[in-house]
């Protein structure tokens, strides 16, 4: 069974600290992509990484790829309290024709003010 | 555009009663999905599409059908209430990557339910 750990579980931060949060696996994957989910809403897509070393930038938003297509970190600078919210991981491979895409269970970041 | 569509936004139900969540995209997407979401678990897929008329069971499709009788609308059915069946109910559309890369899934904002 193909799993994606994400750590930490929880971050809870004071607004202006810099984070990273790890998305990690023993799979390789074609692709990893990013989301963030507000209370009350579903996922929205922040980011989609394709190439082993890969690194993307979002604003204060930093992602990047591992070597190997088996990790992922996302990296926040001076982060804000707009930047609350679930954090979520996802990666896509392929078994045979059947596509799949394989969900973290998150991190869930509190930026206070 | 508005992108993915749920309706109704929150549900109550008594165990046996059945309904059905609707889910339209307007984004001419191939392949849509019900997930449904609780805490500790994350996203669950339930069933997916990946084209009018062909759907096919995910991770927990038990309890649960679907149809996709056209490219935007993908209802999902609850055949007989549970209370385990009390989640919040998210459904997404997405297209797939050039060269089977991965996809870009789009979600709607989900229906909660509740199953007494």
């Known amino acids: 069974t193909q799993l994606l750990e994400q750590s930490p579980q929880f971050l809870s931060i004071q607004e202006g600290e810099n984070l990273t949060v790890y998305c990690n696996s023993s799979?390789?994957?074609?692709?990893l992509q990013w989301y963030r989910q507000e209370p009350g809403e579903g996922p929205v897509l922040l980011v989609t990484?394709?190439?082993g070393g890969e690194v993307k930038k979002l604003k204060r938003l930093t992602f990047q790829f591992g070597d190997a297509r088996k990790d992922s970190s996302l990296h926040i600078t001076a982060a804000q309290p707009g930047d609350t919210g679930l954090y979520l991981c996802?990666?896509?491979?392929?078994?045979?024709?059947?596509?799949?895409?394989?969900w973290g269970l998150g991190t869930s970041l509190a930026v206070n003010p | 555009n508005a992108g993915v569509t749920q309706t109704p936004k929150f549900q109550v139900l008594k165990t046996g009663q059945s309904m059905t969540l609707q889910c339209a995209q307007d984004?001419?997407?191939?392949?849509m999905s019900w997930y449904r979401q609780d805490p500790g678990m994350g996203l669950r897929l339930i069933h997916y599409s990946v084209g009018a008329g062909i759907t096919d069971q995910g991770e927990v499709p038990n309890g649960y059908n679907v149809s996709r009788s056209t490219t935007e609308d993908f209802p999902l059915r609850l055949l007989s209430a549970a209370p385990s069946q009390t989640s919040v109910y998210f459904c997404a559309s997405s297209y797939e990557y050039r060269d089977r890369k991965g996809e870009t899934q789009y979600f709607g904002p989900g229906t909660r339910l509740l199953v007494l």
């Open positions: 799979s390789v994957f074609s692709s």
């Open positions: 990484v394709v190439t």
């Open positions: 996802a990666g896509a491979g392929y078994a045979g024709n059947n596509r799949k895409l394989i």
């Open positions: 984004m001419n997407h191939e392949y």
